[in-house]
């Protein structure tokens, strides 16, 4: 059996969809790479928000699997949406690599005024934790937020930890505590996405990773019920089933959070319309500060 495996064009997605590959390998599974272009990838200039959010990343993909130009997509899961089209399966959720979000830095950390990231979640965080702060908008990949702040633009980026691993990267910086800092839901996971077909799902159902799976889930379930997406500086992270979850307004000023220990996807939709009940107005005026109709 060959499975046609598509991926963005970044070299992030390219290590992603490596890494698949040489688990399939194993496996004595052949596997080959279909780089798909995603809106995300070509429309750079301006926020997520402003061009649809995270989905953008995704949608080429899905279209993708349901007209069988290929079997499956590798995704960092954290840009796949809460709403899926019918027919598609996530088939595989490998084992968690970190969470944590990762300050990059020219000089020293406490000459680090202006910051880039085109996070709402980040830059709320950032101002929360530093008001003084100026956060500045930056997009592109990887490599191209680094030369952007070695080139002098930004005294520091934000960056996942997880995607600096999987592309071997080692600069001058500090992982962000995650009680303080809680990531994006389902950061640092890989998932792989396939059509609603059996056999095809057995098959990668071995890379699966039973208790990053439950976890992120768990995310998911509490995701789905906030509402919000990438539009509301929101941060969802659990492990080893204790949620910590948290909603904050576009200036970090103001905040809501929960925690619990959470043993089923029924009790984190149940906490997750709790907690939006207290997060609602947070929500809403993010939208409206967006300028985005729910």
Known sequence: MSIRIGTRGSKL???QTETVIQKLKALDIDAEKIIINTQGDTTTHV?????????????ALDDAILDNTIDCAVHSMKDIPAYRP???????????DSPADFVAHRGEL???????????????QLLRHDPTITIRDLRGNVDTR??????????GIILAEAGLTRLGIRIQGERLPTDKFVP?????TIAVVSRADPSLMEVLSALDHPETRTDVLIERAVMEQLGGGCYTPLGIYC????????????????????????????????????????????????????????
């Open 13 to 15: 997605a390219l290590a």
């Open 47 to 59: 926020p997520l928000h402003a061009i649809g959010g995270q989905g953008v990343f995704v949608r």
């Open 86 to 96: 019918s027919g598609l399966f996530t088939a595989a959720i490998l084992k968690r």
């Open 110 to 124: 406490g000459h680090v005024r202006v910051i880039g990231t085109s996070s709402t979640r980040r830059r709320a």
């Open 146 to 155: 680094i030369r952007k702040m070695s080139g002098g633009e930004y005294d």
């Open 184 to 188: 994006s839901p389902n950061q640092g």
């Open 239 to 294: 492990r080893a089933g204790h949620l910590t979850a948290e909603v904050l307004s576009l200036d970090g000023k103001r905040t809501e959070r929960t925690e619990a220990d959470v043993a089923s996807i029924e009790q984190a939709r149940a906490l997750g319309r709790t907690f939006r009940e207290k997060a609602q107005e947070l929500i809403d005026e993010a939208y409206r500060q967006l300028g985005i109709t729910q």
